[in-house]
């Protein structure tokens, strides 16, 4: 079995300041064997959010991994966005935009999906594409883990990031399994499934310590790969109650190349 642990959003400047640590005790609780966090680590990407995020992130004791959101570059200072809107996450977080964790019979493969240009909406390349694909593991489950999501639900008024579809048509054809995001503050697993499956499963992540009302609660999940099962253990806080609730299951199996609900 490999666990990966999926938090996201973050964003250290608004964040939840009382559920830091029960968030910590679940996160370390877990073992997991890799922890993926997936963008807005910060709320406008100023230098003392990253030092509260890096200090965060220094405290959880598994292995590591994380990509920019769109709130990880500057907002406001249209100089820094487009000369330089990394300087504050390589310095307090990674050198690296898109790492590569791999675990067990797991591999993680980060991008960075930020557009300076527009900076809420995000983008993938065929470029980006091409290096997930140029580096899958036969031998491996196979993650995409970015801020961005492939797809939306209809609800969501958020335009769709630039490049989305047919990055999800190369994903799906050329051996890509999973795909971890967040952007949305809205939790989502298998909504894009269908009937018959699809060769790719969607886990989007809620917001783990925003604190902006509207969210209504904060989460995170742990993901257990057993062969082709996947086991997820989704953790969610309400914001009217102090902490976590019991945590819920859920479980998928891939057969014939196919996710499905198990």
Same mark, same amino acid.
């Given at each position: !079995? #490999?666990?990966?642990?999926? *938090?996201?959003?973050? +964003?250290?400047?608004?964040?939840?300041?009382? *559920?830091?640590?029960?968030?910590?005790?679940?996160?370390?609780?877990?073992?997991?064997? *890799?922890?993926?966090?997936?963008?807005?680590?910060?709320?406008?990407?100023?230098?003392? $959010?990253? @030092?509260?995020?890096?200090?965060?992130?220094?405290?959880?004791?598994?292995?590591?991994?994380?990509?920019?959101?769109?709130?990880?570059?500057?907002?406001?200072?249209?100089?820094?966005?487009?000369? $330089?809107?990394?300087?504050?996450?390589?310095? /307090?977080?990674?050198?690296?935009?898109?790492?590569?964790?791999?675990?067990? @019979?797991?591999?993680? $493969?980060?991008?960075?999906?930020?557009?300076?240009?527009?900076?809420?909406?995000?983008?993938?390349?065929?470029?980006?594409?091409?290096?997930?694909? /140029?580096?899958?593991?036969?031998?491996?489950?196979?993650?995409?883990?970015?801020?961005? =999501?492939?797809?939306?639900?209809?609800?969501?008024?958020?335009?769709? !990031?630039?490049?989305? @579809?047919?990055?999800? #048509?190369?994903?799906?054809?050329?051996?890509?399994?999973?795909?971890?995001?967040?952007?949305?503050? *809205?939790?989502?697993?298998?909504?894009?499934?269908?009937?018959?499956?699809? =060769?790719?499963?969607?886990?989007?992540?809620?917001?783990?310590?925003?604190?902006?009302?509207?969210?209504? $609660?904060?989460?995170?999940?742990?993901?257990?790969?057993?062969?082709?099962?996947?086991?997820?253990?989704?953790?969610?806080? =309400? !914001?009217?109650? =102090?902490?976590?609730?019991?945590?819920?299951?859920?479980?998928? @199996?891939?057969? +014939?190349?196919?996710?499905?609900?198990?």
């Amino acid at each position: !079995m #490999t666990r990966i642990l999926h *938090l996201s959003d973050l +964003h250290f400047g608004y964040e939840r300041a009382s *559920l830091i640590e029960p968030l910590l005790d679940l996160v370390n609780a877990a073992r997991a064997d *890799l922890v993926v966090v997936t963008g807005d680590l910060t709320h406008r990407g100023r230098s003392a $959010q990253f @030092a509260r995020a890096a200090a965060f992130l220094r405290r959880i004791e598994a292995p590591l991994i994380a990509v920019p959101g769109n709130h990880d570059i500057p907002l406001y200072k249209l100089s820094d966005r487009m000369m $330089q809107p990394y300087v504050r996450w390589r310095r /307090a977080i990674a050198e690296t935009l898109e790492p590569v964790g791999h675990v067990g @019979a797991v591999r993680v $493969q980060g991008l960075n999906s930020v557009d300076p240009m527009a900076w809420q909406r995000g983008i993938i390349t065929p470029a980006q594409v091409a290096r997930v694909i /140029a580096g899958l593991d036969p031998s491996c489950t196979n993650i995409v883990a970015l801020h961005h =999501p492939l797809q939306q639900r209809p609800q969501v008024d958020k335009a769709l !990031m630039k490049g989305a @579809a047919p990055a999800l #048509t190369r994903f799906e054809t050329d051996g890509v399994q999973l795909v971890l995001s967040g952007h949305l503050h *809205l939790w989502s697993i298998g909504a894009f499934l269908g009937e018959t499956g699809r =060769p790719v499963l969607q886990v989007q992540a809620g917001t783990a310590l925003c604190a902006r009302p509207d969210d209504r $609660q904060n989460e995170f999940a742990v993901l257990d790969f057993r062969g082709p099962d996947l086991i997820v253990e989704r953790h969610v806080a =309400p !914001m009217d109650e =102090p902490g976590f609730r019991p945590r819920q299951e859920l479980r998928f @199996a891939r057969r +014939h190349g196919l996710w499905r609900p198990a």
